[in-house]
């Protein structure tokens, strides 16, 4: 029932409400909804550089608070691929071809998920993915998996589908489908992808090197400028990369070759930004 509502529902009017909402910085509005969620939720403000959960102008200032400089020990870079985020596996592993699985019985194209630009589309096949989710009581800060130099960002618009496992198994091609945002690096000629996927009361995307992505008046595939940038196109791993207002998706792309995955990963393991998901094999 609540896959069907999704498709009833204004997703993008709605979830702009709800951005504009987590954002207000009426004393009074902001605290009920922080203590709301924290009991709802009960989020480890132990780990954030702030724990007061009060202490924010907003709800979004809180939701996407920092985490103290120690919180996330990285793991060795230079041979592992680190975790871009905090969250739950949803699926990982082979590039089937083009294919990359969603949950049993969906799948989806690489060429898709990057809104069909066919050249970035065949450094990945065959290549290696993992699909993590945040859940709202996750650290929302999305961070390099690796040195690398960003080549490109797109914005993609799309539906805001919730991403929970429940609407990742009954709506086809849902990664495919929603808004998201595509930066594509490169470290020393290997490419990989990091892929923020909007969603359902997702009030927008933001990127260190553009601020605030989406969403967009215009609802077209659009690449974005890489002049004027907030910060350098070059990033070591474990920077920040950017981050969600309201939770979602993260999907990494590697080519063939370049990793293996951790054996004990698995749909369902909890991962938490900086340490090993894979090891180097290039």
């Known amino acids: ?20 909402a987590c954002r207000v910085r ?41 985490l103290r400089p120690d919180a996330r020990p990285l793991a060795d870079s230079s041979r592992k691929i680190l975790c871009p985020v905090d969250g739950t596996v949803s699926e990982l592993g082979t590039i089937e071809q083009d294919r990359l699985l969603q949950a049993k019985g969906h799948h989806y194209t690489v060429g898709d998920l990057l809104a069909g630009n066919t050249q970035w589309a065949a450094r990945f096949t ?29 914005y993609v618009p799309g539906r805001l589908f919730s991403v929970n496992r429940g609407t990742a198994d009954s709506v086809p091609r849902l990664f495919a489908r929603n808004e998201r945002v595509v930066c594509l690096f490169e470290q020393q000629q290997t490419p990989f992808a990091v892929i923020l996927v909007g969603a359902l ?27 004027g940038l907030l910060a350098p196109l070059t990033a070591k791993a474990g920077n920040e990369l950017g981050r969600f207002n309201m939770g979602s998706t993260v999907i990494l792309l590697l080519p063939r070759g370049t990793c293996r995955w951790r054996t004990d990963l698995a749909p369902g393991s909890t991962v938490r930004m900086g340490e090993a998901l894979a090891d180097r094999l290039s």
Do not use: C
């Open 1 to 20: 029932m609540f896959t069907v509502l999704q498709y009833l529902l204004p997703q993008h009017s709605l979830s702009r409400l709800v951005g504009a």
């Open 26 to 66: 009426v004393r009074w509005f902001k605290n009920l909804a922080i203590r709301w969620f924290v009991r709802g939720y009960q989020p480890q403000m132990g780990d954030a550089l702030q724990p007061d959960a009060q202490s924010f102008a907003s709800f979004n200032e809180f939701f996407t608070r920092a």
């Open 126 to 154: 065959g290549g290696e993915f993992a699909t993590i989710y945040l859940a709202p009581y996750n650290y929302h800060r999305i961070h390099m998996p690796a040195d690398g130099e960003l080549l490109e960002t797109w």
């Open 201 to 227: 009361n997702v009030g927008s995307m933001d990127t260190v090197w553009h601020g605030n992505v989406a969403p967009r008046r215009s609802r077209r595939v659009r690449r974005l400028a890489d002049t």
